[in-house]
């Protein structure tokens, strides 16, 4: 009897402290989902869980990995069927399959369905609440239909999303945590507002409604994004690539895409602007060697690998075979092959086209074909465009060929 009583006040005691653990574990978890709500103060952009969730698919997309980024996303889109983040990176995913070849129309509709879906289960959110998260992905999803409308040239489009992207952008202020996401939005306009009026001539009478913009600006405050925002990030860098180009900041573009392509290996994008900033930099070995791998991929039939990567790797090639090599077949293989690439993807208006068709003229004058390399020349001097330095460079060539054509003779 004694024994059973004691192992009752055991059991008792045993039970007592289990009780008073399980109730401190609640409590604890308790106390973390609280911490967790005021710390993201119930957005879900700001929710560790889902930026957690959402990280490895966001790097599967950027990667080209589209199945599996697509699995999570629709995962997200399960578990969170009323937010409009889930197709909203179902949208961005799609957007990024045009990116290799902005030509390319395929996937243009389901992106910009993805885009409606995000905005319309935003706006439900802010005319229920005025929730600042709702009004960032209203200006988000916006800014991408714009730009895609843009590169469309539905420049009627284009604006009223741009009009759209910018109200909601103001709207979303008022949350500061989002600061760095904003700050996206704030340093693209700053710096194609005014890129815009600059190259676009016959946009310009659109701009008058929209606010001054200032480059310098907007670059550093893409390059703060880059560095600080969660969800924004590598959209920045893609746009830095791009204006580094346009600038002429060639150390700043090769150390980017550098970075880039390490980051996100099988990217197409990443990868060719990798090869082109190694080859304006002079960096020779490392240009030949991703260029040839662009080519590889391309064979292999990487996700986004195409014509338009393959016409940068091959004229890469072309040029250091000619001019490094002296390597007269090999330049003549990749100078015809940049040729090739230029034609299927609609680039026959190309610098690289052009510098092709004059390198295999040279090719031929090498050889005495005369005939034969003003022809290429001709080429040029009929398509290219007259302020193009292969335009003025090709008329010096037919001269020299002609020339050498009567004295063979």
């Keep these: 009897m004694r024994r059973k009583t004691v192992f009752k006040k055991i059991l008792l005691i045993a039970l007592f402290f289990a009780g008073n653990s399980f109730l401190t574990s609640a409590q604890w978890w308790k106390d973390t989902e609280k911490a967790e709500q005021e710390r993201s103060k119930g957005m879900l952009l700001l929710t560790s869980e889902v930026q957690i969730e959402a990280t490895q698919a966001i790097n599967h997309m950027y990667n080209f990995k589209f199945a599996e980024a697509e699995r999570e996303f629709t ?8 937010h409009p983040l889930p197709d909203f990176l179902l949208g961005l995913m799609e957007w990024w399959k045009i990116v290799p070849n902005t030509d390319n129309e395929l996937y243009d509709e389901k ?3 993805y885009m409606d879906k995000s905005i319309n289960k935003a706006e439900k959110i802010w005319d229920d609440s005025e929730n600042p998260e709702a009004a960032f992905f209203m200006a988000a999803a916006y800014a991408f239909k714009g730009r895609l409308h843009s590169e469309r040239k539905h420049w ?6 741009a009009k759209n992207a910018l109200k909601y952008l103001e709207r979303s202020r008022s949350f500061a945590d989002f600061s760095p996401e904003l700050m996206f939005g704030d340093g693209l306009y700053n710096y194609y507002s005014l890129y815009v009026k600059e190259n676009y001539a016959l946009l310009r009478p659109v701009l008058w409604m929209f606010p001054k913009g200032d480059k310098p600006k907007g670059i550093q405050q893409l390059e703060k994004v880059s560095y600080n925002a969660f969800y924004t990030r590598t959209e920045a860098r893609y746009f830095l690539l791009q204006i580094y180009g346009l600038e002429n900041q060639s150390a700043k573009a090769y150390e980017l895409s550098k970075y880039t392509h390490e980051t996100y290996p099988d990217n197409p994008f990443f990868h060719r602007f990798h090869a082109r900033s190694a080859f304006v930099a002079g960096h020779v070995s490392e240009a030949k060697a991703e260029a040839k791998s662009i080519l590889q991929k391309l064979e292999e039939h990487y996700a986004g690998y195409e014509g338009v990567s393959g016409r940068y790797a091959s004229y890469i090639l072309a040029y250091y075979a000619f001019n490094y090599d002296k390597d007269m077949e090999s330049s003549k293989k990749y100078f015809q092959q ?4 230029a034609k299927a993807t609609g680039s026959s208006k190309s610098a690289y086209y052009w510098s092709s068709l004059i390198g295999l003229g040279k090719i031929a004058a090498q050889q005495k074909d005369y005939d034969q390399a003003i022809e290429y020349y001709k080429q040029v001097i009929d398509d ?12 010096k060539l037919v001269a020299d060929a002609k020339k050498a054509r009567r004295k063979m003779k």
């Design 384 to 395: 290219a465009d007259r302020k193009a330095a292969q335009h003025d460079e090709a008329k």
């Design 111 to 113: 992106c910009l369905d």
């Design 338 to 341: 940049t040729i090739d690439y």
């Design 75 to 82: 995962y997200l889109k399960v578990k969170h069927p009323d």
């Design 156 to 161: 009627t489009k284009a604006t009223l999303a």
